[in-house]
Antibody, heavy 120, light 109 residues
Framework: QVTLWESGPALVMPTQTLTLTCTFS??????????VSWIRQPPGKALEWLAL???????FYSASLRTRLTISKDTSKNQVVLTMTNMDPVDTATYYC????????????WGQGTLVTVSS | QTVVTQEPSLTVSPGGTVTLTCASS?????????PNWLQQKPGQAPRALIS???HRHSWTPARFSGSLLGGKAALTLSGVQPEDEAEYFC?????????FGGGTNLTVL
């Protein structure tokens, strides 16, 4: 049974750095083809793809947010971490992580999401 | 900047058939974009429906089908049920990065 869950602060001050953790079970990120992606959704708006990390540590980022994002993994802990620097109120959103099977580029299992509000 | 376009809203009658489409600003959508379709109901996380153009997940009802249609990715719902009222998002792969469509709000009325 594959599950993912996101954790991190609910409130972040403007200009601060956000650190989110995706903890998963039911699969291994050391298995060939496995990937984990981060996605966000501002209230009432569409989904936005942020970043993806491959089993071999290859990393990809949204072009518009590339300079602010870092994705990393800890295979032994079954965790993927996303950091986003210089947070702004427009970054207020629910942040999701999802599993991606890189052998077929299938996005299948999603976490429940964590709401992050950026406010002073 | 790549833009993926979906119909903002569609309405369908219960038992009817509706097709949602997903277009890319870069040109025709092909299987190489590995189209994924997701369903999202209010207050819930997205749920994967279709991957790799037409592959249903084990939990996806058979009334949902994916295809390529006229240079776009398409999601067809046949025999629509009231519980299919939701937001539907497509997701396209661009060789390392991904882009979501703006979503289609499907009303069953």
């Amino acid at each position: 049974q594959v599950t993912l869950w996101e954790s991190g602060p609910a409130l972040v001050m403007p200009t601060q750095t956000l650190t989110l953790t995706c903890t998963f079970s039911g699969f291994s990120l050391s298995s060939s083809g496995m990937c984990v992606s981060w996605i966000r959704q501002p209230p009432g708006k569409a989904l936005e793809w942020l970043a993806l990390i491959h089993w071999d540590d290859d990393k990809f980022y949204s072009a518009s947010l590339r300079t602010r994002l870092t994705i990393s993994k800890d295979t032994s802990k079954n965790q993927v971490v996303l950091t986003m620097t210089n947070m702004d109120p427009v970054d207020t959103a629910t942040y999701y992580c999802a599993r991606v099977d890189g052998s077929s580029w299938t996005v299948d299992y999603w976490g429940q999401g964590t709401l992050v509000t950026v406010s002073s | 900047q790549t833009v993926v376009t979906q119909e903002p809203s569609l309405t369908v009658s219960p038992g009817g058939t509706v097709t949602l489409t997903c277009a890319s600003s870069t040109g025709a959508v092909t299987s190489g974009y590995y189209p994924n379709w997701l369903q999202q109901k209010p207050g819930q996380a997205p749920r994967a429906l279709i991957s790799n153009t037409s592959h249903r997940h084990s939990w996806t009802p058979a009334r949902f089908s994916g295809s390529l249609l006229g240079g776009k990715a398409a999601l067809t719902l046949s025999g629509v049920q009231p519980e299919d009222e939701a937001e539907y998002f497509c997701l396209l792969y661009y060789g390392g990065s991904w882009v979501f469509g703006g979503g289609t709000n499907l009303t069953v009325l």
